[in-house]
Structure formats: C-alpha cells, structure tokens
C-alpha cells in the first residue's frame, strides 16, 4: 500500500497537518520492518548486516571498486584472510578494525554465506581476447620469469578451494591495488612469497592490463 493510498482512506483533505505526519510516519515504519523480515527470512548472518553489507554489498557483490567482491568467493580463503586481518598478519586498518569485533563463528558464517552468493559479472575496459593481460594471464611472461597466472587460478579464474583465490570479475581497482600491495610487501600473507615474487617482477602497465583482463574474466 502506497502512502497516497493511505491518505486516501483516511481522508486527506479533513486530516491536521500532525495526523498527515503520522499517517507517513506509519508508513515508513511499516516499510522498514518489512525489509528487516526480508533480510531475516534470507537467513543472513547478523555479522553481514552490521559489519560486512555495507562495503561489500548484502550479496557481497561490491559497488565500490576499492572493495572486492566476495560473493562466489573460496569460504576457505574467505575463512584465512578474516584470521589474518584479525591478527594482523594482513595488514589493512579497516579490515583489522572489524576483523577484531568478530569470533570464530562469525568469520566461519561470512566465508560461507558469501562463498554461497552469485557474482556478478564485470567487463574488461581494454583487455579482452589478444591483449597484453590476456597474454600475462594465460602464458606469463618467460624472460622475466612470471609464470601464467592460469596455472594457479584456472583459465576462467576460478581459482583452486584452499590454496588459490576466485579471480575472475573482481574489481579492476582491487586487483590493481592487491599488486601494487604484494610488490611493496606491504602485503604479506601470501604463501612462500609466491605473489610477492611475481608482483616485483611487474610493470606498471602490465599490472593495470593484467587487472582489466582478469574484470572480464568468466
């Protein structure tokens, strides 16, 4: 029921201007207890509602290419960078922040109701089939030893549960920043320095086409 239905049953023109405000007020109450049963018959973690949703989107679909998607992701790699943030093995002062406020069961909640979540799919902007990320991506580059970016997270970018990360449709600011993060060691929870390694023997324009690429990647 709209809020001109309301008014209408009640009388518009006979009503005060207090008995106009409530009459709105009603209905916006209305409205947003409506939207909470919708959420609470989702069955969504509360951690989602009160920490996650709102840089990650409630479907972990993010709006904000700074902030990665996480539906479709690995609940296992999902699960590791949690513990990591928390005990600062990941550096990062906002995730550390709300990493902090969760427990175990929290983090055991997130990673797998967004492991659960449909991605959605993104487009590269100048990299798509033939292009300098494409190539990066499937065949590496020998002569400066990085070796294809596949053979770790599948040629759709699926990644592999446990060890490799979902690549394919992640934000192209994300991925670009997580490089520029691995090259620095700024970050430094990859395993055996695998991503340290190969982000320091990157250029600049191959890691912004490498990020495009891997956006259109399906």
Do not use: W
């Amino acid at each position: 029921m709209t809020a001109m239905k309301i008014l209408k049953i009640y009388g518009a023109k006979s009503m005060s201007c207090r008995n106009t405000f409530f009459i709105f007020t009603l209905f916006f109450l209305i409205s947003n207890i409506a939207i909470s049963a919708t959420i609470e018959n989702k069955n969504i973690p509360k951690a989602i509602t009160n920490v996650c949703a709102a840089c990650h989107g409630i479907d972990g679909n993010s709006a904000i290419a700074a902030n990665p998607k996480l539906a479709g992701q690995h609940p296992e790699y999902l699960y590791k960078q949690l513990i990591n943030f928390k005990s600062g093995e990941r550096a990062n002062a906002v995730m550390s922040g709300m990493a902090a406020m969760l427990s175990e069961s929290d983090m055991h909640a997130i990673s797998d109701y967004f492991s659960k979540q449909t991605l959605n799919q993104g487009q590269a902007k100048a990299n798509g089939k033939g292009s300098l990320g494409e190539k990066i991506y499937r065949s590496g580059i020998q002569a400066n030893g990085v070796p294809a970016c596949a053979s770790c997270h599948g040629p759709a970018g699926d990644g592999l549960p446990v060890k490799y990360p979902r690549l394919g449709g992640q934000h192209t600011e994300y991925v670009l920043n997580q490089l520029r993060q691995f090259r620095l060691a700024a970050r430094a929870n990859d395993e055996v320095k695998v991503m340290r390694t190969i982000a320091a023997r990157l250029t600049d324009q191959e890691m912004e086409a490498l990020a495009d690429y891997i956006q259109g990647l399906r």
